[in-house]
């Protein structure tokens, strides 16, 4: 086992530079001059002259991505295009941010599924198999960005208990340590500010986490029937094990295997889905500043941001993958 | 000499079909194939269903309620938007532009995946690495990312949101078809054909593709319903549909302003997304169970 883990850690360079390669060269294929791209029409000529000589978009294309490797070696993503601040810092700032709520949207998704898929396959046909079910299927075909906007009405504008937007409230004081806002108000024993941080993020949180509660709710419940039917589940029911020992201990282990592969990639995808949560709930994370970088065309922010964001996701995707060959023993034997 | 005996029921009828009548008793799934061919029928006769002309501006009519509300009226069913354009006419000729974009996507990635995939599993070795490490790239990119990023640095358009949800949707059918024409080439009329002298795309085409039909088709059904998803999430970001094109994706994003006044208009687009999607989704797992058990993941 040890040597797939090995190996599947080599093929991380690889896919790394594949990102990095992709990234570069959108820069580079997008019709007009990038020059004029990054700083605008009314750019002076010493201005465009000095940026093509600090990306060498004279020399030829390998030189080029040779210093843009290099460059990003040493953390240097350049700077973005309207506010002149270092890419790197704009993102170390908010990506907090983005995680606290990605994660608290896997957390929820996580409970919530694997609650779902298994009450779904130990009840099959009844009601509740069937409400989970079709309330999976609906949620899967839900737009993200629609369904925050419906509870942003529901919950903030019609009921009022929820707030509208944003990670804090003007008026509440957070001493900010790690700037994961549900830590640092915990570290700090900052009561209001927990119960204001947490009355900011459950919307977000949960609107993020629908798609991925289906999913897994869906491949929770296929697993534990797959396993359910197994002849070790009629030995151990045979032997006179308690349903509860049963569904919980053999089922459960073994089922869960092919759900935690599922359950680390839809932590990817959220990264993904980011940028539409995070711009309907004006969340202060990489997704929203990534979404005005779109709609200001300014593409250092763009290319930072892809990066940062896939990197994550491909090593998250190494994480699940080695994962699951711990916890599925017969990997090994490959 | 003992009698070849196929041990065939004469009364057998030929699996597809068996395939499909299971299909039929399906009742979600054929309510999802309902509301697919609602939509496609609302999409292709728009010019004479559609109440008002999806791009006339009305500054009259700014807006306007739904029919239920008491401001509203039957000239506009479910409202107008804050240039007074009817919300149902939009919807329909939506449908539109929702339906082609996917179809077109879709159709494309199955295009060159299928090829890619074909030709990967068929010839393996080196060109089967190459194909599959292009693909690795592409699934390196989470969800939107890669056609957010794309769109992005070729422009805004419909067209380039089309190709940028194309590109990431081929590695799905790319791996599919790898899988199953690596499993097919392995069988013996496989290697019958060899033997007779036909030559490899004869092979490919004639012979192994009709067998990997089934998971195919359940992908390319699948598929329709993220494309309508995707193509609605671009267009939200501004990344594909233009005004004054209607585009569901878009309707949201425009009508965000208006959540506090008018909320209808952020409503109904967003219903028309969730039931187009759904119905593919229907019929998509309907297919799925129908024509390959053991794809249910």
Not at chain 2, 217 to 244: C, E, R
Request: charged residues 15%.
């Amino acid at each position: 086992m040890l040597s797939y883990i090995i190996r599947r850690i080599l093929i991380l360079i690889p896919t790394l530079l594949g990102v990095s390669i992709i990234v570069f060269l959108m820069l580079r294929l997008t019709p007009g001059d990038p020059a004029e791209l990054l700083l605008g029409e009314r750019a002076t000529e010493e201005a465009l002259f000095e940026v093509r000589e600090h990306l060498g978009l004279n020399e030829p294309l390998h030189v080029q991505y040779g210093l843009f490797l290099q460059r990003l070696s040493q953390g240097d993503l350049g700077e973005t295009i309207f506010t002149r601040q270092k890419v790197w810092i704009e993102i170390k700032q908010r990506f907090p941010a983005t995680i606290e709520l990605s994660l608290l949207a896997l957390v929820i998704s996580c409970c919530l599924g694997i609650f779902l898929g298994i009450v779904s396959a130990t009840k099959q046909y009844s009601i509740f198999d069937y409400a989970s079910m079709v309330g999976a299927l609906v949620g899967v075909s839900m737009p993200i960005f629609w369904l925050g906007l419906i509870f942003m009405i529901i919950f903030s504008l019609n009921l009022g208990w929820l707030p509208i937007s944003g990670r804090l409230s003007v008026h509440i004081d957070l001493e900010v340590i790690t700037n994961f806002y549900i830590l640092d108000s915990i570290l700090t024993q900052n009561w209001a500010a927990l119960k204001d941080t947490l009355w900011h993020i459950i919307m977000p949180a949960v609107t993020l986490s629908t798609i991925p509660t289906a999913i897994v709710a869906r491949m929770t419940r296929s697993a534990m029937l797959d396993v359910l039917r197994q002849d070790y589940i009629k030995t151990a029911k045979a032997k006179g094990l308690s349903s509860f020992k049963v569904t919980y201990k053999h089922a459960l282990r073994n089922a869960l295997i092919p759900v935690v592969t599922t359950i680390g990639l839809q932590f990817g995808v959220m990264l993904g889905g980011a940028i539409l949560t995070e711009t309907i709930f004006a969340w202060p994370g990489v997704g929203k500043w990534m979404y005005h970088g779109i709609e200001q065309r300014d593409y250092m922010v763009i290319q930072g941001g892809t990066l940062f964001i896939a990197t994550i996701f491909v090593l998250i995707n190494l994480v699940v993958d080695v994962l699951y060959a711990v916890v599925n023993p017969r990997i090994s034997v490959q | 000499m003992k009698e070849e005996n196929n041990n065939k029921d004469p009364h057998d009828r030929h699996p597809m079909l068996e395939q499909l009548s299971q299909l039929w008793k399906n009742k979600p799934a054929i309510a999802g194939l309902i509301i697919i061919v609602t939509f496609i029928l609302a999409a292709i006769f728009a010019p004479w269903i559609s109440p008002h002309d999806p791009l006339e501006v009305s500054l009259y009519d700014q807006i306007k309620p739904p029919v239920w509300h008491e401001t509203g009226a039957w000239k506009n069913i479910l409202g107008t938007d804050d240039l007074g354009r009817d919300t149902l006419s939009r919807i329909i000729w939506g449908s539109r532009v929702s339906l082609q974009v996917a179809l077109f996507a879709v159709g494309l990635a199955f295009a060159i995946g299928t090829f890619l995939g074909a030709v990967a599993g068929y010839f393996k070795g080196k060109l089967d690495s190459a194909i599959m490490r292009i693909m690795d790239m592409i699934l390196a990119f989470p969800y939107l990312l890669l056609a957010i990023v794309v769109v992005a640095y070729l422009g805004p358009s419909l067209e380039n949101a089309m190709m940028a949800i194309a590109i990431t949707y081929v590695p799905r059918f790319a791996r599919i078809v790898r899988g199953s024409v690596l499993e097919e080439a392995e069988k013996d009329y496989v290697m019958a054909e060899h033997a007779l002298g036909a030559k490899n795309r004869r092979i490919i085409f004639l012979a192994i593709l009709p067998n990997c039909l089934g998971p195919l088709i359940v992908l390319t059904t699948l598929s329709m319903a993220s494309a309508i998803l995707d193509s609605a999430a671009l267009s939200f970001l501004g990344l594909g549909a233009q005004p004054p094109i209607p585009e569901w994706g878009a309707m949201i994003a425009r009508s965000r302003g208006l959540i506090l006044r008018a909320s209808w208009v952020m409503t109904f687009p967003g219903v028309a997304i969730l039931l187009a999607v759904l119905g593919f989704n229907l019929f998509g797992d309907g297919l799925r169970d129908a024509l390959d058990p053991r794809l249910r993941d």
